[in-house]
């Protein structure tokens, strides 16, 4: 076999490899329970911040509504959200009153938007023995930072 033949076969091989896993699509209605923990920067070094809320996503219907505590360094912080896409507006629940927030303050995610992400490469979240394998992807989802 001639290296010209070589170098047409395996030039595919390679350049497919790169591209990575084809990105999939989450459901257009779930709920998930979801702990986050972080930090907060202060002039002193960083205060622990951590979050348990629950999450229900529905595309179809164009809401979300997130109830959760934030626990801050001041102590925690109960929350309920509705937002409203089709309405264009947010709904705050506090100590048994409704208010009218305006607009989202994020755009509603489609379902599907990875397919426009780009891979970033495959890694491990946990221990050597005691892992999951996670492919990545950078995507643009169209807020400022």
């Known amino acids: 076999m001639s290296l010209c033949a070589l170098l047409i076969f395996a030039v595919p091989v390679v350049l497919s490899k790169a ?6 699509c989450i459901g257009k209605q779930f709920s998930a329970y979801i702990d986050e923990t972080g930090g907060q920067p202060t002039a002193s070094g960083g205060k622990f911040i951590d979050q348990q809320l ?5 595309y179809t219907n164009k809401r979300t509504y997130v109830e959760g505590t934030l626990i801050l360094p001041t102590g925690p912080l109960a929350y309920k959200v509705v937002n ?4 264009n507006v947010t709904y705050s629940f506090t100590n048994g009153a409704c208010y009218t927030m305006g607009p989202p303050s ?3 995610q489609d379902p599907c938007q990875l397919s426009t992400a780009r891979y970033v490469g ?3 979240l946990g ?3 005691h892992h999951i394998t996670v492919n990545t992807y950078q995507l643009d989802l169209g807020v400022g930072v």
């Open 19 to 24: 591209a990575g896993p084809a990105p999939c």
């Open 54 to 58: 629950y999450l229900q996503f529905d």
């Open 84 to 87: 409203d896409y089709a309405a």
């Open 106 to 108: 994020f755009p509603l």
């Open 122 to 124: 495959t890694s491990q």
């Open 127 to 129: 221990s050597p023995s």
